[in-house]
């Protein structure tokens, strides 16, 4: 968050969806709260830990490998400045919001890990909606940059070739 905050302060320009962020941000306190009171509450044992923790860790180095990419322009309240270039190096060479997968594979795979299905898939759908809202919003804002159409014609939003 400290990387957001201060790339923030330097951008200027409408941020996606803005009146929704405090809900995204309450999502993800919840990520956080809900899964070990569903472990507590409901005795869960987690099942493939191993492999959730490996979503989780493979989450974490395509957020990390998005804002590497992203440079200055990343934030998370998806400010997106009217001088802003499009970029298509690093993963949004193939798909147009990997981070938008990486923040869904946590939804995913931190609950999963520990053994919160319940939270896993709660959770998952909460997030899907709030996603779905502001990548509308956001496209709207990136659609005004020159050049981004064309750059990202024909490419995914997600899953490269599919989605």
Known sequence: MAVSIRHERELAGPAAASGRYPLMVGLHIALFCL?????IALRRRPRLPLLWGAGVGGA????????????????????????LRPV????????????????ALEFLCLPLAAGAWLSAVGL??????????RIRAEERLLRRI?????????????????F
Request: charged content about 15%.
């Open 124 to 133: 998952s759908v909460l997030n899907g909606a709030l996603l779905a809202d």
């Open 88 to 103: 298509t190096a690093g993963p949004y060479r193939w798909i147009r919001h990997p981070n938008y997968v990486a923040v």
């Open 60 to 83: 974490a180095a395509l957020r990390w490998w998005c804002i590497r990419s992203l440079g200055q322009a990343w934030n998370a309240r998806a400010v997106v400045p009217s001088d």
């Open 35 to 39: 899964p070990p009171v569903e472990v």
């Open 146 to 162: 020159p050049g981004y159409e064309e750059a990202f014609a024909g490419r995914a939003r997600f899953l490269p070739g599919l």
